[in-house]
């Protein structure tokens, strides 16, 4: 069994800062992508960043420039450095992580999703 666990979430004011984490655990061989999305009230869930191997990360507009998305190969974690966070950020926050079992299975599971909320 896969788990991704996040933590990090809260509340900010904006202009401010979080860091997010996410641990995968479990029966792993192998990662390729890792990466975040969210999900605002009444919209859509979105991806926010990942990166894959090489370490070079995919981000959405809204968060270029803003957001860093890095990754302990080691640990099998996910970081999202969060800066200059406006309200329009305020979401559940899911990590997501494309990998390969022991047993050779293609999974793709999901955390269970932490909350960012950025207000004064």
């Known amino acids: 069994q896969v788990q991704l666990v996040e933590s990090g979430g809260g509340l900010v004011q904006p202009g401010g800062s979080l860091r997010l984490s996410c641990a995968a655990s479990?029966?792993?061989?192998?990662?390729?992508?890792m990466g975040w999305y969210r999900q605002a009230p009444g919209k859509q869930r979105e991806l926010v960043a990942n990166?894959?191997?090489?370490?070079?990360?995919n981000y959405a507009d809204s968060v270029k420039g803003r957001f860093t998305i890095s990754r302990d190969y080691a640990e099998n974690t996910v970081y999202l450095q969060m800066n200059s966070l406006s309200p329009e950020d305020t979401a559940v926050y899911y990590c997501?992580?494309?990998?390969?079992?022991?047993?050779?299975?293609?999974?793709?599971?999901w955390g269970q999703g932490t909350l960012v909320t950025v207000s004064s």
């Open positions: 997501n992580a494309e990998l390969v079992t022991m047993n050779f299975k293609h999974l793709e599971p």
């Open positions: 479990g029966s792993i061989l192998r990662i390729n992508v």
């Open positions: 990166i894959a191997a090489g370490d070079i990360g």
